[in-house]
């Protein structure tokens, strides 16, 4: 089992940089045995991918939404997955949740384990 929680969530302008980090522990597997990535849900919007990381941190990625603007890593010694977030526009705001699971996470149905969200607005 995994238990994630997210932080850095908040208010920013647009164009303007956020680094959203989330704290991983599992009982049984180690943290870094799992994939790990972040989705967002924006009001009256279904939840949707945003990226993705395998469990080494060799292979990422990312929706075409934000290719180019986000960042997703992660330090297993840490125990920790970030999403680095730069050139925000306002249609980025949601709420970002953590998520890990056993597969590649680009998808909804691959999700195992969700952590409970930060907000993230932006503001033009």
């Known amino acids: 089992q995994v238990q994630l929680v997210e932080s850095g969530g908040g208010l920013v302008q647009a164009g303007g940089s956020l680094r959203l980090s989330c704290a991983a522990a599992a009982s049984g597997r180690t943290v870094s045995s799992y994939g790990m990535g972040w989705f967002r849900q924006a ?6 991918f945003v ?16 290719k180019g603007r986000f960042t ?44 409970q969200g ?3 607005t932006v503001s033009s």
Do not use: H
């Open 43 to 48: 009001p009256g919007k279904e939840r949707e």
């Open 51 to 66: 990226a993705a990381v395998n469990w080494s941190g060799g292979s990422t990625y990312y929706a075409d939404s934000v």
């Open 72 to 115: 997703i890593s992660r330090d297993n010694a840490k125990n920790t997955v970030s999403l680095q977030m730069n050139s925000l526009k306002p249609e980025d705001t949601a709420v970002y949740y953590c998520a890990a699971g056993e597969m590649r996470l680009t998808m909804l149905s691959r999700v195992a384990y969700w952590g």
């Open 118 to 120: 930060t907000q993230v």
